[in-house]
């Protein structure tokens, strides 16, 4: 499954995926991974969940980006929950070229039981047809 918190800069959606990380943390059996593109939250998110910084990770592309979230797949089965802050920045893409991306997750997604949480910098009304299904 797919959910996506989308709005403009400085709206909240890094509080909001913030708060639905810890809440899943504390009930979950699985799991918690958050991404994020630097260490600004590291200590925001609950200490159960694995809090990763992916630029640490050389990530330059879109294919690198599914790569390395199948790595963090194949490396741990126990995955229930992934948070991916700025979306668009750690998947190198522009927002009308994700659709490939949100595919590969939809199968990640089904075909390891791992649920995908994003935020999304774009404003909801401008958010393509492919993603709007996602938006929670």
Do not use: W
């Amino acid at each position: 499954m797919i959910q996506v918190i989308a709005g403009k800069k400085g709206s909240g959606k890094t509080k909001r995926l913030i708060d639905l990380t810890n809440t899943t943390a504390r009930d979950a059996v699985h799991d918690v991974i958050f991404l994020d593109d630097d260490n600004r939250y590291m200590f925001d998110v609950d200490h159960k969940v694995r809090f990763i910084n992916a630029e640490d990770y050389h990530i330059h592309s879109a294919d690198m980006f599914i790569g390395f979230l199948c790595g963090i797949l194949s490396s741990n089965f126990d995955v229930g929950t992934i948070f991916i802050d700025a979306f668009l920045k750690l998947s190198h893409t522009e927002l009308a070229e994700t659709e490939p991306i949100v595919k590969v997750l939809v199968e990640l997604g089904a075909k390891h039981d791992v649920d995908f949480v994003l935020s999304l910098s774009a404003d909801p009304e401008e958010i393509p047809v492919f993603f709007r299904q996602y938006l929670i």
